[in-house]
């Protein structure tokens, strides 16, 4: 084993700490990642502080992954040492099930193994004396087919958070069929919705924000967005009614859904990425207009590639605030208050060799 040190959340009421976790050396068909950034993700910060339920302790987040490769199993064809590669929300599955079959492991019927708070399999079984433990920390074993290649025209930082935001926005659009000259709107400006609006723009797509935070105008604008409304006050709902083919809900808050679907067209569509509490639902909301609400989980491990491909063909990349170790617990503050621009990525240099930062 190899003893490596990561950060860990010890309870849902107490703040991130340095904690040692043991790794492998890879198997035959493993690769051994030295991670060098981990993005932070809302899920990480609503998992550390159990607001799913289900959360256990200690807990190490971090699913937004990228590093090179440092070592690999004896019968691993795709990767060598010192290739640049990404880990995100989920590193193995059943690989027989209906959805693994179609590539789309995120739906697992048995179950993925998440990065992190999951399970590794053995015999394909999930495996409960093999906890995962996720990217704050400054290595990781990984089946060689659930790693992703990062292209090099990526800044690695940039590159981190497109393995979960990135991925998580791309294959919405993607599905819906998002194309130029389509009206879209990207509910929430965080690290999800400015992947979103970064994406559809890449598609062609005439891009509106919808936000409760005047003050990132500007910004939204800067990233390429083609409006920026803001929610607060309400008359937007009836200015904007009817506008939209499709909206892209990223909030991670409570907020009245019905509002939002009553900006569609007709037969227009939302999808739901952001995954706050249980919100009521009118039938009218969806009746009137025909349409239609659905939700998205990530995006399976071929689709990832290709996000990432179409991002370096694009030049999109995430704009991040790079922090230290040591300054998560202030990150998460700050993400709850909406004050980062737009992914606070760690650099896991600073973790140190004896977990402390
Ligand atoms: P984030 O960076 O914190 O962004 C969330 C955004 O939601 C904020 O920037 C803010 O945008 C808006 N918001 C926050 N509080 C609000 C409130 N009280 N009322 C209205 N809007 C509010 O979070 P993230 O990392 O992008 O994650 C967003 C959500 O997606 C989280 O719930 C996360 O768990 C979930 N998620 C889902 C998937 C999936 O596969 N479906 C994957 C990753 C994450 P404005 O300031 O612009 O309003
Ligand atoms: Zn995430
Ligand atoms: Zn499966």
Request: proline letters at 4%; aromatic letters at 6%; hydrophobic letters at 35%.
């Amino acid at each position: 084993m190899l003893k490596t040190p990561a950060w860990a959340a010890p309870s849902a009421t107490e703040p991130l700490a340095p904690f040692a976790i043991d790794r492998r050396e890879p198997d035959a068909h493993e690769v051994l990642i030295d991670i060098r950034y981990c993005g932070v993700c809302h899920s990480d910060l609503h998992m550390a502080r159990d607001e799913w339920g289900g959360s256990r302790f200690p807990l190490v987040p971090g699913h937004e992954i990228v590093g090179k490769v440092a070592q690999v199993g004896s019968e691993v064809t795709d990767w060598k040492v010192g290739d640049t590669v990404g880990v995100g929300c989920f590193i193995d599955s059943c690989r027989h099930c209906a959805a693994c079959r179609d590539g789309e492991e995120q739906y697992c019927e048995e179950g993925m193994s998440l990065t992190y708070n999951s399970y590794e399999r053995t015999d394909g079984k999930l495996d409960k004396t093999r906890p995962t433990w996720g990217g704050y920390s400054t290595r990781i074993t990984v089946d060689q087919n659930y790693v992703l290649r990062v292209p090099e025209s990526i800044p690695l930082e940039r590159a981190a958070p497109l393995l979960c935001a990135g991925i998580t926005t791309y294959s919405p659009l993607r599905r819906h069929g998002v194309k130029e000259g389509d009206k879209v709107a990207v509910v929430g400006l965080g690290g999800l919705g400015h992947m979103g609006v970064k994406l559809a723009k890449a598609m062609g797509a005439h891009v509106t924000v919808l936000s409760h935070s005047p003050g990132k105008r500007d910004s939204a604008l800067e990233l390429g967005a083609d409006e920026f409304l803001v929610t607060r006050d309400g008359t937007v709902f009836e200015e904007h009614a009817g506008q939209f083919d499709f909206i892209l809900d990223t909030v991670s808050a409570e907020h009245d859904y019905n509002a939002y679907l009553g900006l569609l067209k007709r037969g227009g569509s939302m999808v739901l990425v952001g995954l706050p509490d249980a919100q009521p639902l009118s039938a009218g909301s969806l009746i009137r207009g025909r349409r239609t609400l659905s939700g998205s989980l990530i995006g399976g491990i071929a689709e990832t590639q290709e996000m990432l491909d179409f991002c370096a063909e694009h030049g999109v990349a995430s704009d991040v605030e790079v922090i230290d170790m040591a300054q998560i617990n202030k990150a998460y503050e700050r993400m709850l208050k909406g004050d980062v621009r737009y992914r606070f990525v760690i650099d896991t240099a600073t973790i140190g060799n004896d977990g402390q930062a």
